[in-house]
Nanobody, 125 residues
């Protein structure tokens, strides 16, 4: 069992930036997919960004050009740099990880092995 813990959420005004971090308590070897999901009140959870062991990344159309996902391969640290934030970016952000395979349609849909408890992001207009 791998535990993942998010940090870095908070409240900022529209146009501002936040940096989310996620740490896994065990090193994930080989093929893996790690990513961020978010859920706003009354809405379904959606994928925001994912990165796999090859370094390939995927982004939701709504965040392309504003968010950047990255991972320190020597460590189990995943980050999400969020710039030019909008009120629609508000929600609970979850870090998730899977082992044994890279990112693909199922992982984008939320089929991930390990989930964090989430960190809240609030963007005011």
């Amino acid at each position: 069992q791998v535990n993942v813990v998010e940090s870095g959420g908070g409240s900022v005004q529209a146009g501002g930036s936040l940096r989310l971090s996620c740490v896994a308590d065990q090193f994930i070897y080989g093929r893996y997919c790690m990513g961020w999901f978010r859920q706003a009140p009354g809405k379904e959870r959606e994928a925001v960004a994912q990165i796999e062991n090859t370094g390939n990344t995927m982004y939701a159309d709504s965040v392309k050009g504003r968010f950047t996902i990255s991972k320190e391969n020597a460590k189990n640290n995943l980050t999400l740099q969020m710039n030019n934030l909008k009120p629609d970016d508000s929600g609970m952000y979850y870090c998730a990880a899977s082992e044994g395979y890279g990112c693909y349609s199922a992982t984008w849909a939320g089929d991930m092995d390990y989930w964090g408890a989430g960190t809240l992001v609030t963007i005011s207009s």
